[in-house]
T-cell receptor, first 112, second 112 residues
Framework: NAGVTQTPKFQVLKTGQSMTLQCAQD?????MYWYRQDPGMGLRLIYY???????DKGEVPNGYNVSRLNKREFSLRLESAAPSQTSVYFC???????????FGSGTRLTVV | AQSVTQLDSQVPVFEEAPVELRCNYS??????LFWYVQYPNQGLQLLLK??????LVKGINGFEAEFNKSQTSFHLRKPSVHISDTAEYFC??????????FGSGTRLQVQP
């Protein structure tokens, strides 16, 4: 049972390049989330998907787009990367509100 | 709106000493609360959660937390810490169907 799988684990981008971070869960969870983690700022919500077919903006959505491809997969896209998007990105999933999240191991992204 | 404040960014403590990591939240409605632990270069793992009922919640690895509604707090405690408890700890709050809001984290440094 893999839980939440994120790919890639590491990535270096040049300013202006685009990329997609992939996330997949095998726990039949309804809700999925993308957070970014920056030193001293904890985790900040970028986007989330409460259920298949729905997505909503979080606290810091600018510069990102998401796709809930099916119940298992929730991808995060950076259309034109900026140095301010250098961060560690975590995907998480949950059965629903009030339940704990299961986190992936993260993607460390550096934009130069 | 919901928010959470972790009052200490770093807590140094000697092995076998007790520790308390502080968390205060802000919300105008009923909340559910979580503590997560993050070991270096890993994702977050759930330590414990409060949804309702008993205000004293026990979690994994000997940790416990107490929900105090009047003081809007959810402090994490352990009576005797080990070197292996060295990690970053995050408090999180949720309300209704909203995604969790995380605090900025507390780095617990256990010294021999």
């Amino acid at each position: 049972n893999a839980g939440v799988t994120q790919t890639p684990k590491f990535q270096v981008l040049k300013t202006g390049q685009s990329m997609t971070l992939q996330c997949a869960q095998d726990m039949n969870h309804n809700s999925m989330y993308w957070y970014r983690q920056d030193p001293g700022m904890g985790l900040r919500l970028i986007y989330y998907s409460a259920s298949e077919g729905t997505t909503d903006k979080g606290e810091v959505p600018n510069g990102y787009n998401v796709s809930r491809l099916n119940k298992r997969e929730f991808s995060l896209r950076l259309e034109s990367a900026a140095p301010s998007q250098t961060s560690v990105y975590f995907c998480a999933s949950s059965v629903g509100p009030g339940n704990g999240y299961t986190f992936g191991s993260g993607t460390r992204l550096t934009v130069v | 709106a919901q928010s959470v404040t972790q009052l200490d960014s770093q807590v140094p403590v000697f092995e076998e000493a007790p520790v308390e990591l502080r968390c205060n939240y802000s919300s105008s409605v009923s909340v559910y609360l979580f503590w997560y632990v993050q070991y270096p270069n890993q994702g977050l793992q759930l330590l414990l959660k409060y949804l309702s009922g008993s205000t004293l919640v026990k979690g994994i690895n000997g940790f416990e937390a107490e929900f105090n509604k009047s003081q809007t707090s959810f402090h994490l405690r352990k009576p005797s810490v080990h070197i292996s408890d060295t990690a970053e700890y995050f408090c999180a709050v949720g309300t209704g169907r909203r995604a969790l809001t995380f605090g900025s984290g507390t780095r617990l440094q256990v010294q021999p």
